[in-house]
C-alpha cells in the first residue's frame, strides 16, 4: 500500500475493515476461476435455484462489491465512487 493512502485510516482496526474484505474478494476470485476451469462447474447441478456456476458467482461477486462500496464510503476512503 502506498505511505500517503497509509495515513487515510484513522486506525489499525479501521483499515482492516476495509482491506480485509477486498483480499478475500480477490481471493475468491482466484478460487472461482479454479473452480470454473474445473469439471465440476462443467458438471452442473439439479438444483433449479441455481441455473448456473456463472449466476452463482455473481452473486458472491456483486454482494462483495456492494460491500467494498459501502464500507469505502462509511470511511470516506479516496478514490471510492459514490453510490448511485
Given at each position: 500500500m502506498p505511505r500517503?493512502?497509509?495515513?487515510?485510516?484513522?486506525?489499525?482496526a479501521v483499515r482492516s475493515?476495509?482491506?480485509l474484505p477486498e483480499i478475500e474478494l480477490n481471493r475468491f476470485h482466484e478460487t472461482w476461476q479454479r473452480f470454473l476451469a474445473s469439471a465440476?462447474?462443467?458438471?452442473?447441478?439439479?438444483?433449479?435455484?441455481?441455473?448456473s456456476a456463472d449466476h452463482l458467482?455473481?452473486?458472491?461477486?456483486r454482494?462483495?462489491?456492494?460491500?467494498?462500496?459501502?464500507?469505502?464510503e462509511c470511511v470516506?476512503?479516496?478514490?471510492d465512487r459514490p453510490r448511485r
Open positions: 500517503e493512502e497509509t495515513s487515510v485510516f484513522k486506525s489499525n475493515c476495509v482491506e465440476h462447474a462443467a458438471a452442473g447441478d439439479d438444483d433449479p435455484f441455481v441455473p458467482g455473481g452473486h458472491v461477486f454482494a462483495g462489491a456492494r460491500f467494498l462500496t459501502w464500507i469505502g470516506k476512503r479516496p478514490g
